[in-house]
């Protein structure tokens, strides 16, 4: 059964940058559709970024489209999402998930997730 880890969390001053790094272990990542979610305290799961099975299609919420980039290296098992201009209100949990069908910002798509990691924005 697939198993995510994320990693690359922390707190960064607005302005600044994180990548996040989503590693695949106990299948073969490019089998998947991955996306990228975070939940903020007080609100709903958001869709952030995710990506097709080959890299070859990506998507990105609004909030953070131009400053968010979404990559993978199916060689490695791993997906990233690179995160620049930080801002406050991107204070959240971040969440990769994996679907075997088609890449999507909606949860509901997505069978496997992992554990989140924290990204604090602030000075």
């Known amino acids: 059964q697939l198993q995510l880890v994320e990693s690359g969390g922390g707190l960064v001053q607005p302005g600044g940058s994180l990548r996040l790094s989503c590693a695949a272990s106990?299948?073969?990542?490019?089998?998947?559709?991955v996306g990228w979610f975070r939940r903020a305290p007080g609100k709903e799961r958001e869709g952030v970024s995710s990506i097709s099975r080959n890299g070859g299609s990506t998507t990105y919420a609004d909030s953070v489209n131009g400053r968010f980039t979404i990559s993978r290296d199916n060689a490695k098992n791993l997906v990233y999402l690179q995160m620049n201009s930080l801002k406050p209100e991107d204070t959240a949990t971040y969440y990769c998930?994996?679907?075997?069908?088609?890449?999507?910002?909606?949860?509901?798509?997505?069978?496997?997730w992992g554990q989140g990691t924290q990204v604090t924005v602030s000075s």
């Open positions: 998930a994996a679907t075997p069908y088609f890449d999507s910002l909606g949860p509901a798509a997505y069978y496997y």
């Open positions: 106990g299948s073969t990542l490019n089998l998947y559709a």
